[in-house]
């Protein structure tokens, strides 16, 4: 096999400690080979092997579940609203090919493993035009087996196509500057050495795509870093470079244009406000309840990140950056560098810190790693490199200590949930002693030995590779246990195949629920009794998911309804409960107010289905000045009008309990106003509905004073906390394509 590879290699063996000019020989393409297979091997078995993690698996593959059973692309959906706005659409178009003919953990993972595996390629092929063939190819393995690059290639995040692009497109502008190409070589009449800029747009924009702003306000960072650093500013200002960037403006621009500017000319600026101020600039300041920590957090975050290879973080900064007269020249060297120091700069002081957004710098620390690795492995060792190995190895022990202790720190890199606890691995300890071991005897007889130091890296990559592959097919499915509730939906779905209502008792929603169910859960807030009592007093069985500490209280509301639970599953973090009893007598003679035999004659028809059980059959205005004047209703600002809507009962033993929102929106979006109320105010609640009752419901319309807008729009439809009512029909009624029925225009009569 061996030789079989020499011979196709050939004579292009001896360019691997040579920078690529060109195309790419034979070297290059047995790299690529081998780093596809290498990282297919390691990325795709055992993907379908643990539970999606909360909250981000399971929240993201909702979303482009629901989006695709809506029928729609650009416009993201999330529990019945087309409102999805915190994050852009790349990801979720990702999932949606597979997901349109199985949802798994396997087919959610697949494309985010495949994207990865690209990207590993493409920054070999760029990397060999900055440093040699051998240091890309160290670099590149280094990533490859990175703990946070490794575990984010096996999640359903917006991150890992943001890092892969974000991290081509910098190589590509590193290119520009500093690759080693003639200028007068062009490709499709472009100057080859322009187009590199031009794809650094270009990546960029798609990595705007993946994660908004972040890929305009990452590399802005490190370009400001690299003008610092060299105190060149021509390097941007002047007209050769500034009229290419204009160009490369121009390039990112109409990769992004087509889904913001339709979202933007459909929903207006609120869609602004909230995607890019909201969702942007408030996290940043930290005015969204997100996590924050100390700037140094990510320094530690890193330790793990790149475990083990950051035992050689400290030498391989030190060694890139030696020899102070050459580097100031060497503005090649300084600009991957600000790559690595402006993102982290800029993340360690923005107000929200997960532990994953610092992942774009990985990448770039890898360079740094394999330059050094490089430098080691051909050069002979001096008494500083053998200081070093022994630094190297006290880092190993310290940072492998603080992994030791907690086999969930690497999943905690990626989760929003880092304080958990989790079932324990019993192989865990000795697993990881044997491997930390191996790893420390590895480089200590380095310091000794020419035959380890030649073959020596060869372990330490196959250690670190066993050791990710263990993490995965053993670790993760213990793990994830704590972090998804899909045992109990499993469990719920098998004692009840009818789907009797069932609500999570918790106070944030647990996304996995969800998700899993397909939006046919309540989420009931432990601190709102009055909610838990209303969506339990009714006839039949009910089922809770509930933690352990949450029991007690629960039981205790139940009592007071005459109902009692059943353990159905339980496991240390969470239990199924099913509850069964008569619950309380309810006097619905006030309910008379609000039933009606028979629709009124004159009223609007509108014939909305809503989840296929309720119908808004129509709508009368009963109070107020509304006027009918040239074919258009208008009304005076200041007023109110009274609206009775007219709702039909089309099954009997409705699941859920809805109430009725109310959004009045103008044209201009000004001043818009909006009331909720519960269903026939509380009289008749939807769960007692028989099949052909008609209940009439009045909403109050405010028409406020002083708006810029010419016209109002009352939107209608029914909700259960957080789940919103689907419009079934919509292509058959006026709505605005997230499940609020359009009743009629008012005109401002001023």
């Known amino acids: 096999m061996i030789s079989f590879v020499k011979k196709k290699i050939g004579s292009d063996i001896n360019t691997l400690n040579e920078l690529r000019t060109g195309r790419l020989n034979n070297l290059d393409k047995f790299m690529l080979i081998a780093i596809t297979v290498i990282s297919a091997i390691l ?58 003919f199985h949802i798994s953990e396997f087919t959610g993972r697949l494309p985010i493993a495949l994207f990865s595996i690209g990207s590993l390629a493409g920054f070999y092929i760029l990397l060999t035009r900055l440093f040699t063939r051998r240091v890309a190819a160290i670099s590149t393995f280094i990533l490859m087996m990175a703990p946070q690059y490794f575990m984010l290639s096996r999640q359903i995040m917006v991150d890992l196509p943001f890092i892969g692009l974000n991290t ?141 290879w950051s035992a050689f973080i400290p030498a391989a900064i ?25 993102p982290f700069f800029f993340l360690s002081f923005s107000g929200t810190k997960f532990y994953h957004y610092i992942a774009p710098v990985v ?37 492998g200590r603080d992994i030791g202790n907690k086999s969930v720190t690497w999943l905690n890199i990626v989760t929003f949930f880092n304080t958990r606890g989790v079932d324990r691995i019993s192989s865990w300890t000795w697993v990881i002693i044997t491997v930390f071991t191996i790893f420390c005897i590895v480089l200590f007889s380095m310091i000794f030995s020419r035959f380890m130091r030649k073959y020596g890296f060869h372990m330490l990559f196959t250690i670190a590779a066993v050791f990710m592959t263990y993490y995965f097919a053993v670790c993760l499915p213990v793990i994830s246990r704590a972090y998804s509730l899909k045992p109990h939906v499993d469990a719920y779905l098998a004692d009840s195949p009818e789907r009797a209502p069932i609500a999570d008792y918790y106070k944030w929603l647990r996304k996995s ?14 601190d709102k009794e009055t909610s838990v009592l209303r969506f339990y007093d009714k006839p039949g069985d009910q089922y809770v998911i509930l933690r352990p500490q949450d029991k007690n209280r629960f039981e205790a509301l139940m009592k007071r309804i005459n109902k ?28 008379k107010a609000f039933k009606v035999e028979s629709l009124p004659s004159d009223m609007v028809r509108t014939g909305a289905l809503f989840d296929n059980v309720i119908m808004l059959e129509g709508y009368k205005a009963v109070s107020g000045e509304l006027i009918s004047r040239d074919g258009k209703m208008w009304a005076k600002e200041n007023s109110t009008i009274t609206i009775d809507l007219y709702f039909k009962a089309l099954a009997d033993n409705i699941s859920k309990d809805y109430d009725v929102f109310l959004h009045t929106e103008g044209d201009k979006k000004d001043m818009r106003t909006k009331g909720d109320e519960n269903m026939a105010m509380g009289t008749y609640p939807t769960t007692f509905w028989k099949k052909g009752d008609i209940v009439k419901h009045p909403i109050k319309v405010r028409i406020p004073k002083g708006s810029k807008n010419d016209y109002y729009i009352p939107y209608v439809g029914i909700y259960q906390e957080e789940y919103r009512g689907n419009i079934t029909n919509r292509d058959e009624v006026p709505n605005d394509g997230d499940n609020r029925l359009e009743l009629l225009k008012i005109y401002l009569d001023r």
């Open 513 to 526: 629920v969800g998700f899993w169910l397909k939006n046919d859960v309540t989420f009931l807030q432990t």
């Open 318 to 342: 030190y060694h890139y950056l030696a020899k102070g007269k050459e580097l100031a020249s060497n503005h090649k060297k300084l600009l991957i560098m600000s790559f690595a120091v402006g």
């Open 168 to 308: 081509i497109g910098l190589l590509c502008l590193a290119i520009y500057y500093f690759g080693n190409i003639p200028e007068d070589e062009k490709i499709w009449k472009i100057p080859r050495k322009d187009l590199y800029l031009y794809l650094f747009y270009f990546f960029e924009g798609w990595g705007f795509l993946a994660k908004g702003l972040l890929s305009v306000i990452l590399p802005g960072a490190a370009l400001v870093i690299f003008l610092i650093f060299t105190w060149n500013f021509s390097y941007f200002f002047a007209w050769k470079h500034l009229k290419k960037h204009l160009i490369g403006f121009g390039v990112y621009t109409a990769v992004i244009f087509p889904w913001m500017g339709y979202m933007w000319y459909s929903e207006g600026f609120e869609f602004i406000k909230i995607f890019i101020w909201f969702h942007h600039f408030k996290r940043v300041a930290g005015e969204i309840h997100k996590p924050n920590d100390l700037y140094t957090l990510y320094v530690r975050i890193l330790g793990y990140a790149m475990f083990p």
């Open 363 to 399: 990448p770039f620390l890898a360079i740094f790693i394999g330059f050094y690795i490089d430098r080691i492995w051909q050069e002979r060792w001096t008494l500083t490199t053998k200081m070093e190995a022994v630094l190297a190895i006290l880092l190993v022990a310290a940072i």
């Open 43 to 100: 990325y795709i078995p055992f993907l379908g092997n643990f539970f999606m993690i909360d909250p981000w698996e399971n929240h993201y593959s909702h979303v482009a579940w629901e989006t695709l059973a809506n029928g729609s692309f650009a416009k993201l959906w999330y529990q019945n609203s087309n409102r999805f706005w915190s994050k852009p659409p790349l990801l979720f178009w990702m999932l949606m090919p597979l997901y349109k």
């Open 564 to 591: 009692k639970t059943v353990l159905i599953f339980k496991d240390s973090r969470n239990q199924l409960l099913k509850v069964i009893g008569p619950g309380k007598e309810r006097d619905f003679s006030k309910a």
